[in-house]
């Protein structure tokens, strides 16, 4: 899973998906080859390699125990983490959204890993519980309609898109759209708190955190759901509540396309040209959950924007992992912590191979970015839930 070695390192976690659904022992080399996996062999295992187009390389038993042996040398940051099962995946998103319209949609489905589609309804029905890992679409859980009213207010999809949520909280005994999308984010949060792993990009991870924030407060306008906000709400909004950011402030105005100051990207001084960030390194041994999450072939990230394109560090929570930052800017790109039993992570922007995506782009192709790192990263977190559980060190 190096940079020279593997021509298509997003196939290749559909491959160890595939393994694992086989009942085909699989191991997970941290840090090793640019975080190679060590599976059983088979000849189905080597066919599918091949159809996929995914670099591989038969070794005998007796390599893999010096590959093995060498892992475990306490003088090494590595280590080989036992893979036991494939993970039952849920993405939350509305039915008629298209399949490009999502980064994990979009990388699931290319890299061949199966998924199923859920939303609201399903949600509040418990459905979440027949899964071990969950997909926030970029979803907007304050009930705010994405914040788009400003620039698209009169354009049809935005109106339908709001006729059709009205419709849906009203068929669910909701008078409000925030109320029905509040009684949700609720939902996943306990899903989380149950011992379920949630990922989320761009818009779901913030507005998910302020919902959780403002349980039975008013923030949302009356252009939004019919009524005035309260007038000193920012002052109720409860940081206890929340999985990973804490003392944001709210954007009252409702043409601004921003919820909250947790968004970095109007306050972002970087060209394209050289806006990356980086992975923070971890101790395998010691660490091996974000150690897994790091997992890449460079430690250098192309950025790319999104609603929520990156998160202030002043208004992350000091017990939330930074998995990647962009120090200059003193941004976090990408974060991970425990909530109850579960683990979150959040990862900021919108399509890690589409700069600065806006609505009505041209979906990505991911043919053309078969070794994408920032693609790569969202496929960790898929994978990390199938590592066999070991006690933690720190």
């Excluded at 940079?3 to 298509?8: A, C, M």
């Excluded at 994405?146 to 005994?173: C, H, M, N, V």
């Excluded at 996943?188 to 149950?194: E, H, L, N, P, S």
Aim: hydrophobic share 35%.
């Amino acid at each position: 899973m190096s940079h020279d070695n593997q021509k298509n390192h997003l196939k290749a976690y559909g491959v160890v998906f595939f393994s694992l659904e086989a009942g085909l022992k699989s191991k997970w080399l941290l840090n090793y080859d640019g975080g190679a996996f060590l599976i059983e062999n088979n000849k189905i295992v080597e066919n599918e390699c091949k159809i996929r187009g995914v670099s591989y390389q038969v070794i005998s038993d007796a390599k893999a125990q010096i590959v093995l042996q060498k892992i475990s040398s306490p003088s090494s940051n590595q280590d080989a983490v036992t893979l036991e099962k494939a993970p039952k995946i849920a993405v939350y998103s509305p039915k008629d959204k298209m399949p490009w319209d999502d980064a994990v949609t979009m990388v699931l489905t290319y890299a061949e890993i199966p998924f199923d589609v859920i939303y609201d309804r399903d949600v509040l029905a418990d459905k979440l519980l027949v899964y071990e890992w969950v997909h926030l679409h970029h979803e907007d859980f304050t009930g705010q309609y994405g914040r788009f009213y400003g620039s698209f207010r009169t354009s049809p999809w935005y109106i339908k898109g709001k006729q059709r949520a009205e419709k849906l909280a009203a068929e669910l005994d909701y008078s409000k759209v925030s109320q029905e999308k509040l009684a949700v984010a609720k939902k996943i949060r306990d899903f989380v708190i149950g011992g379920g792993f949630m990922f989320a990009m761009c818009s779901a991870t913030d507005s998910f955190d302020i919902a959780l924030s403002a349980d039975g407060v008013d923030i949302v306008e009356a252009m939004f759901d019919g009524d005035a906000s309260e007038s000193n709400y920012q002052s109720k909004i409860n940081y206890h509540k929340t999985f990973a950011f804490k003392d944001f402030q709210l954007v009252r105005n409702p043409t601004t396309y921003e919820f909250s100051t947790i968004d970095m990207t109007r306050k972002r001084k970087i060209k394209k040209t050289s806006d990356y960030f980086s992975l923070v390194e971890f101790s395998a041994k010691w660490d091996p959950v974000p150690t897994m999450l790091t997992q890449n072939h460079t430690t250098l990230v192309k950025g790319f924007m999104g609603q929520t394109t990156s998160f202030d560090r002043n208004n992350v929570k000091t017990n939330v992992l930074v998995l990647g930052e962009n120090k200059t800017n003193r941004e976090a790109r990408y974060i991970h912590g425990t909530k109850g039993k579960g683990m979150f992570t959040f990862y900021g922007g919108h399509d890690p191979e589409d700069y600065q995506h806006r609505v009505g782009d041209p979906k990505t192709e991911l043919d053309l970015h078969p070794t994408s790192p920032g693609y790569r990263l969202i496929l960790n977190n898929v994978l990390f839930p199938a590592a066999k559980k070991k006690k933690q060190k720190t």
